[in-house]
């Protein structure tokens, strides 16, 4: 299977922003974000997930790996010098969900969202041959924007594996997986929670594209079009109504994604 499968697969806004980059940069994004998506699987689709992951992160440590994925990130980590704290957090954060998965305060969920896609963010900034300081930051911060939105969009997915990425101080009451799944259940205190997520993504966001300044010229224009189509999915949330959210999963069609494409490219010639 093609490393770019994954991207294109599981990751489409990125697979169309991505489309705007030079070939053998993107060819190194798609391999970062099949690591990735591999060592997520792990936990999401196996019973038996921390033995699985465990695995993998022995792989990994191995100097010589059988497997592929592993052995072309270890490539690319080399070439652009990405440091082992990273992918050290972004483990410790997958394995997060070995467990039983409970957010207790927005602290929480945005030190969590650091983990599984600020890391992320972090790696790509380096990728893109960017480690100021303060690139890294801001790319830190478009990770966990991301994070937030797919927090927001997958809650009903997320209970029905156990998952309760919600902070609960967001509630009056403690909200538990049960609740999320029945129908019965006033929804709207979800959906007020909800909104506050991607509210909080709002201020990352913000973050995420003012450190674009900080990119390589050709690489700006496509990060600014990944976030645009990303932070869109948090609006179509929110302009949503109960019924549609709970019952359909919100993403940006072909020609939303070439309208914000459009207009994206207009914004970013005035701002940038």
């Not at 699987?41 to 440590?61: A, G, R, T, W």
């Not at 039983?100 to 650091?114: M, P, R």
């Not at 309760?164 to 403690?174: A, E, G, S, V």
């Not at 929670?193 to 390589?216: C, H, Q, R, W």
Request: with cysteine; aromatic share 16%.
């Amino acid at each position: 299977m093609k490393l770019e499968f994954y991207i294109k697969h599981y990751g489409k806004s990125f697979y169309w922003a991505g489309k705007f980059l030079k070939k053998n940069i993107f060819a190194d994004c798609s391999i970062l974000y099949a690591f990735c998506r591999i060592a997520d699987d792990l936990v999401d689709n196996n019973k038996n997930s921390k033995s699985k992951i465990d695995k993998f992160i022995k792989e990994y440590s191995n100097i010589k790996s059988k497997n592929t994925i592993i052995n072309q990130f270890k490539k690319i980590q080399i070439k652009y010098n990405i440091p082992n704290k990273l992918i050290n957090d972004l483990f410790y954060g997958i394995k997060l969900d070995t467990k039983t998965v409970k957010i207790q305060s927005k602290k929480e969920i945005i030190k969590y969202s650091y983990y599984v896609a600020g890391t992320v963010g972090a790696m790509m900034a380096h990728i893109f041959s960017t480690t100021h300081p303060k690139a890294i930051k801001h790319a830190i911060d478009l990770g966990i924007a991301m994070q937030l939105t797919n927090i927001a969009r997958d809650v009903v997915t997320d209970a029905k594996l156990g998952r309760i990425y919600l902070p609960q101080n967001f509630f009056r009451q403690n909200i538990k997986v049960k609740d999320i799944v029945n129908e019965n259940f006033d929804r709207s205190k979800l959906f007020a929670a909800i909104t506050k997520v991607i509210n909080m993504s709002e201020k990352f966001y913000k973050s995420g594209n003012d450190g674009i300044k900080y990119l390589p010229w050709a690489i700006r224009f496509p990060i600014f079009l990944a976030s645009s189509l990303y932070q869109r999915i948090g609006v179509k949330i929110i302009n949503s109504n109960l019924n549609k959210y709970f019952n359909s999963r919100i993403y940006v069609g072909f020609f939303e994604k070439l309208f914000i494409t459009l207009k994206t490219f207009f914004i970013f010639n005035f701002k940038y």
